[in-house]
């Protein structure tokens, strides 16, 4: 009888991955907020397409008096509400992800003339991030090794910016899910061309476009590589999927009211765009409307310009950077010069995580002065979101006195090249790693009880799958009861 090995390495992957899709599912009702204007308008549109033919749902487009079929609240003021303008037929974008979304909210029953709940609402998105999370473990398994596609699987499954961002109901997190699919798919057509791949990357092109127009920019990608195949035949294909999902989103359009859809296509074309649109999306880090200075996700920024701008990068690299910085193009060309609409940023989340992990790695190698007055200064930063009125942040001079001792050794390496010191220098930045991902875990996990402490904060009904919790964990990531006044009792020490 053959024994059965099983490799450790595995064991960990299989662990870590449930818990980091727990940490996805727990609460993804309530964080982001509940009545989110921009899910809505999906949600909406899917429901009373399904059920009454025609598209309804808010716009603050140029619509005609005739179309406006409700201006007023949504909604409960004591709860949860949203005051809207719904137009009928709503021809704001394709109606793919609308399908979806509000499609979920059919199968639950919702009432269509009600806001919809976002545990049903952001169902298709949230199992859409665990895929994605998997695809990103799987990216950095096989373009670099299995540590960093572990690295990178939990630097997407903890970073603030990038969990709640993957719940939204909004089609760029299939954009993006896509985007990492594609990518990989791209790194072997480029290794044997193969119809089947290109089958894929039109139909993805094809499929994203009729959820947003802005998913038909994966076709260009797909051709240029294509371009530097030769493969000309490929790029007629490609085309070929574009021009279909373009014409049914034409006929989707003229189907309902033609004069309204070439004036909103036309508004939408023309949307404000600049050239401080770039520099927005570089210090505006978010996953709503609000900011969020989540050094993990500009750790990872920082390491996707940093590896991207090498002299010398290996093939792999290569390819990933070209990813990343089309989607980052097109997120500038999409979005507003400086409205905050960060879903436009989305697509390019996954391949940040890949970045931040290469950077971890990169980090822990050289483990030096420069290197480490970056990663430490970066790595907590949830703590300070971890406090409220009640809840404490680290004391000033704690934090100052940790960071300079943080530094010290790397200091020391720096000045004479002591082994030791190093050493010591990398034992402190894994230090840091883990207890970042403690404190990203936790105030993924307790984002909404630490928000709502001791006040009202309204939220639709839950499904199981927002209550998933994690057990004997949730122990040390729920706040502890009762809270102390930080204004009034002793500060504790970190």
């Known amino acids: 009888m053959k024994k059965i090995k099983i490799n450790f390495k595995y064991i960990v992957f299989g662990v870590l991955f449930l818990f980091l899709s727990i940490l996805k599912f727990h609460n993804y009702d309530r964080v982001p907020d509940s009545a989110h204007a921009e899910e809505l308008l999906y949600s909406w549109s899917g429901i009373n397409l399904i059920e009454t033919g025609v598209p309804m749902s808010w716009s603050t487009l140029d619509y005609s008096k005739e179309n406006l079929m409700f201006d ?36 639950f029953g919702d009432d269509r003339d009600k806001l919809i709940p976002t545990s049903h609402s952001r169902i298709p998105t949230v199992l859409a991030s665990i895929v994605t999370m998997f695809l990103v473990f799987w990216v950095g398994y096989k373009f670099y090794s ?64 009729l959820m947003k127009p802005t998913g038909f920019f994966l076709a260009p990608l797909c051709i240029y590589f294509a371009v530097k195949k030769k493969r000309w035949k490929d790029i007629l294909i490609i085309t070929g999927f574009v021009i279909l999902g373009i014409g049914l989103y034409i006929l989707y359009g003229y189907t309902y009211d033609w004069e309204l859809f070439k004036s909103i296509v036309a508004i939408q074309g023309n949307r404000f765009a600049g050239w401080t649109g770039l520099a927005y999306v570089l210090n505006s880090p978010s996953f709503d409307i609000f900011t969020l200075f989540d050094g993990w996700y500009i750790f990872g920024l920082f390491f996707a310009l940093f590896f991207s701008f090498q002299k010398k990068m290996g093939k792999n690299t290569k390819l990933l950077s070209m ?10 060309i999409s979005g507003s010069e400086q409205d905050l609409l960060p879903w436009y940023r989305y697509p390019f989340f996954p391949l940040l995580a890949i970045f931040g992990s290469l950077g971890l790695v990169w980090v ?45 050794p790397s200091l020391l390496y720096f000045l004479n090249k002591n082994t030791l010191a190093k050493k010591i220098s990398r034992w402190i930045l894994i230090v840091f790693v883990v207890l970042g991902f403690y404190f990203n875990a936790k105030y993924i996990y307790s984002a909404f009880e630490i928000r709502c402490e001791n006040k009202t904060c309204p939220f639709s009904q839950s499904t199981l799958l927002s209550k998933t919790k994690l057990p004997f964990f949730d122990r040390f990531l729920l706040p502890k009861y009762p809270a102390t006044d930080m204004l009034t009792t002793k500060r504790p020490w970190f």
């Open 323 to 332: 990813f990343f910085f089309y989607w980052l193009v097109m997120s500038v």
């Open 364 to 408: 822990y190698k050289r483990a030096n002065f420069f290197t480490m007055v970056f990663a430490v200064g970066l790595l907590l930063t949830s703590r300070y979101y971890l406090a409220n009125d009640f809840r404490p942040t680290t004391p000033s001079n704690v934090y100052r006195i940790v960071y300079f001792i943080a530094l010290v």
């Open 72 to 107: 007023g609240i949504v909604g409960d003021l004591k709860g949860v509400y949203l005051p809207a303008k719904l137009y009928k037929p709503w021809l704001d974008e394709p109606p793919l992800f609308s399908l979806m979304s509000g499609g979920v909210a059919h199968l």
């Open 146 to 209: 299995f540590n960093v596609g572990l690295l990178a699987m939990c630097f997407y499954g903890v970073t603030p910016i990038i969990v709640f961002g993957s719940r939204m109901s909004v089609p760029e997190n299939i954009i993006a899910l896509a985007v990492v699919a594609s990518l990989l798919l791209m790194k072997s057509y480029l290794k044997k061309p193969k119809l089947f791949y290109v089958f894929i990357f039109g139909l993805f092109s094809m499929l994203l476009g």
